[in-house]
């Protein structure tokens, strides 16, 4: 058994890492309250991004000769999968979660013979990944400095995802984030970008015959990569909502067990302390009774 | 019967703008300036580098914007822009910088004719601005 003094020491660490797991709580909680609010305020330009593009493409009359963006190269066999996850860690499943979602699909492309190409958006996710799929990594970008997720790094991914798309180093891309639920719950998705999935939904679709100025086509060609660009950021944001609320359950859970690890060394404690305490006894009675 | 209108001028990160009582609204489309009135046809366009006119009961509100996507429907105007400033909020200084970053952009000659042409229109702007 441990000795007394050792169990002190415990106790007094558990104590200061339940102080530090409570706070992370509580920056979390601060923070989750920002994020939250940023990813209900991006809703409506990428709601009303969608719409726009739902009555474009309806509109656009040659089908053939769409934008590649829409419409897809005709292939299917190069797959770019964009990972993003969090810079930091400690904030439970969040990261694992999206790595184990990205990892299903990359076994299932292979099963298909597909070939794969990863872009990592966040350190942690590159860390994790690299190890098995080190040599499908064309890129890992991650935004360290930058303290929310704001569009112009959105903007920055989407570029190179356009760029390689010109290029033709892909057919389809697919993007990984969480979206954010509640505090406890994240749901990892997969949203393919390119080409776009138009969600054919009743509701959405307008009667109205829309004037373009310029024509359809133009618009666009010209709409498409600020769609992307808006798509990913909203992926963005609802990955920091999510990793702040994953990072504050991880942390409210942390410290919980922290409470209860020190009401147990507590009473193995004092417990042993009281052995301590009646073997004394003992030993003085035993001694004045064989004088 | 009022000849009043909706406009929301949104950007990625928040609703920019929100009045339900604008009468006239100025854009600058791609093809040129573009008047809107209640009752429109419904229309999408995008936006080149220019200023957006807001006439309302209040007067006249001037913003600068350099991109961006139009869509009127049920005398409803949405405006999605990235980048969209109060002209009375900007300062000199920073004008002057988009200036010559704008400037120093131009100067290039590896960029396209559409590039160019959008960027010229953006320093034209920003000169009456200024």
């Known amino acids: 058994m441990a000795s007394l003094d050792d169990l002190k020491k415990r106790i007094a660490s558990v104590k200061s890492t339940q102080k530090i797991t409570k706070a992370m709580k509580m920056v979390a909680a601060a923070k989750l309250k920002r994020a939250q609010d940023n990813a209900e305020k991006g809703r409506p330009y990428s709601e009303k991004m969608n719409n726009i593009i739902l009555n474009l493409s309806e509109g656009i009359s040659d089908k053939e000769n769409a934008p590649k963006l829409l419409s897809g190269t005709g292939k299917d066999q190069i797959h770019l999968c964009v990972v993003m996850t969090s810079d930091r860690g400690l904030c439970g499943g969040f990261n694992s979660n999206i790595i184990k979602k990205a990892k299903s699909y990359f076994s299932r492309l292979s099963g298909e013979g597909k070939e794969l190409k990863i872009i990592t958006v966040g350190s942690k996710g590159n860390d994790q990944l690299k190890r098995v799929f080190g040599d499908k990594i064309i890129e890992n970008i991650s935004f360290k400095n930058s303290k929310n997720a704001n569009f112009f790094d959105a903007e920055k991914v989407s570029k190179i995802i356009i760029e390689k798309f010109k290029k033709e180093e892909f057919d389809i891309c697919t993007i990984f984030f969480n979206q954010f639920k509640n505090v406890i719950t994240q749901i990892p998705q997969a949203q393919q970008i390119i080409p776009l999935k138009t969600d054919i939904d009743d509701k959405g679709k307008s009667e109205d015959n829309y004037e373009f100025e310029p024509d359809e086509d133009e618009i666009l060609t010209n709409l498409l990569p600020k769609n992307i660009s808006t798509q990913i950021f909203k992926a963005m944001l609802e990955n920091s909502a999510s990793e702040q609320g994953a990072r504050m359950s991880a942390m409210d859970n942390a410290t919980r067990n922290a409470g209860e690890m020190v009401d147990k060394l507590t009473i193995e404690y004092n417990r042993s302390r009281q052995a301590a305490i009646t073997k004394e006894l003992i030993e003085i009675i035993s001694g004045a009774e064989s004088l | ?130």
Not at chain 2, 38 to 58: M, N, R, V
Not at chain 2, 78 to 93: A, G, Q, R
């Open chain 2, 1 to 130: 019967m009022s000849e009043e209108f909706k406009l929301e001028v949104v950007n990625p990160e928040k609703s920019f703008l929100s009045k339900d009582d604008v009468t006239e609204v100025v854009v600058p489309a791609f093809e040129g300036e573009m008047g809107i009135l209640k009752d429109h046809i419904s229309i999408i366009s995008f936006l080149k580098p220019g200023i957006i006119k807001i006439y309302s009961k209040l007067g006249e509100e001037k913003y600068y914007v350099e991109d961006g996507i139009i869509e009127f429907k049920n005398n409803n105007l949405s405006i999605l822009t990235s980048s969209i400033f109060d002209i009375k909020d900007m300062e000199k200084s920073k004008i002057d910088e988009m200036l010559r970053a704008a400037e120093e952009e131009t100067a290039k000659d590896n960029i396209s004719d559409q590039a160019k042409y959008l960027i010229d229109q953006k320093i034209e702007v920003l000169r009456t601005i200024n």
